[in-house]
């Protein structure tokens, strides 16, 4: 069994507050022996991070401190002459131990970041992989991250209101496809919806169907999975993929 977490941010009024508030919320996770937690996209005050060292220095300590992988989120870092957004993983022991860049711009963010061009797949308590917002539309990402051995997905997310019922859609059929959990982060305030989401699966007499758990407010939240039961399932359903034109 592996308890893993995601926490719903709102805005807050500078980058020293939200790190002090969110700390908080992990420290009460990692009393809660939480092995992973995930955090939403550029939920920070200034989202373009010069030095994830000192900024996310607390949250360094909380993982070491309860030996528990913690996703920041998502921010923009300067690469070269331009940006690109990167979700940083924070190991148990403390320290940065990799990082995922995003793939696929969104909108304005086409002028603003270069895309990120592979999938990357970390392990701690389990092999897990990262889908950065947008990211969660284009099928080929999520398979990429199984295929490659991740048993489960994160997805720091930054969804405007009105895009929460297609982004909740979009969740579901990437756990379906692919036969993996998914825990996927938002931020809620007067623009962004909020609802983050854990999405399960339940085998029912041949037929896997979505156990979903959608957050309201400000709020930290962890649950149980037990990993194996999907590998066999998988297995299956990846023996099914055939090659066609």
Same mark, same amino acid.
């Given at each position: 069994?592996?308890?893993?977490?995601?926490?719903?941010?709102?805005?807050?009024?500078?980058?020293?507050?939200?790190?002090? &508030?969110?700390?908080?919320?992990?420290?009460?996770?990692?009393?809660?022996?939480?092995?992973?937690?995930?955090?939403?996209?550029?939920?920070?005050?200034?989202?373009?991070?010069? /030095?994830?060292?000192?900024?996310?220095?607390?949250?360094?300590?909380?993982?070491?401190?309860?030996?528990?992988?913690?996703?920041?989120?998502?921010?923009?870092? =300067?690469?070269?002459?331009?940006?690109?957004?990167?979700?940083?993983?924070?190991?148990?022991?403390?320290?940065?131990?990799?990082? &995922?860049?995003?793939?696929?711009?969104?909108?304005?963010?086409?002028?603003?970041?270069?895309?990120?061009?592979?999938?990357?797949?970390?392990?701690?308590?389990?092999?897990?992989?990262?889908?950065?917002?947008?990211?969660?539309?284009?099928?080929?990402?999520?398979? /990429?991250?199984?295929?490659?051995?991740?048993?489960?997905?994160?997805?720091?997310? =930054?969804?405007?209101?009105?895009?929460?019922?297609?982004?909740?859609?979009?969740? &579901?059929?990437?756990?379906?496809?692919? =036969?993996?959990?998914?825990?996927?982060?938002?931020?809620?305030?007067?623009?962004?919806?909020?609802? /983050?989401?854990?999405?399960?699966?339940?085998?029912?007499?041949?037929?896997?169907?979505?156990?979903?758990?959608?957050?309201?407010?400000?709020?930290?939240?962890?649950?149980?999975?037990?990993?194996?039961?999907?590998?066999?399932?998988?297995?299956?359903?990846?023996?099914?993929?055939?090659?066609?034109?």
């Amino acid at each position: 069994m592996v308890k893993l977490g995601i926490i719903q941010t709102p805005s807050y009024s500078s980058n020293h507050e939200g790190v002090r &508030q969110v700390s908080r919320m992990l420290d009460t996770l990692g009393k809660k022996e939480t092995d992973i937690v995930c955090l939403p996209e550029l939920w920070l005050k200034d989202n373009t991070i010069s /030095s994830f060292e000192s900024e996310f220095m607390e949250f360094k300590r909380i993982a070491k401190n309860y030996n528990m992988t913690i996703i920041p989120g998502a921010f923009y870092e =300067r690469k070269s002459h331009r940006y690109v957004i990167v979700a940083r993983v924070i190991g148990p022991q403390g320290e940065f131990i990799g990082q &995922q860049e995003k793939i696929h711009p969104f909108d304005f963010e086409k002028n603003v970041i270069w895309p990120g061009d592979r999938t990357t797949v970390f392990k701690t308590k389990c092999k897990f992989g990262i889908i950065i917002c947008y990211d969660m539309v284009f099928p080929d990402v999520a398979h /990429s991250l199984v295929k490659k051995g991740a048993d489960l997905l994160f997805s720091p997310s =930054r969804i405007i209101r009105r895009g929460i019922i297609p982004w909740h859609m979009y969740v &579901q059929v990437r756990a379906l496809e692919n =036969r993996v959990p998914i825990l996927a982060a938002n931020i809620q305030n007067w623009r962004f919806g909020g609802k /983050s989401v854990i999405v399960d699966l339940i085998e029912k007499e041949g037929v896997m169907i979505p156990k979903i758990i959608k957050i309201s407010g400000k709020k930290a939240v962890s649950r149980k999975f037990n990993l194996k039961k999907y590998q066999k399932n998988r297995k299956s359903r990846f023996s099914d993929f055939r090659k066609f034109s």
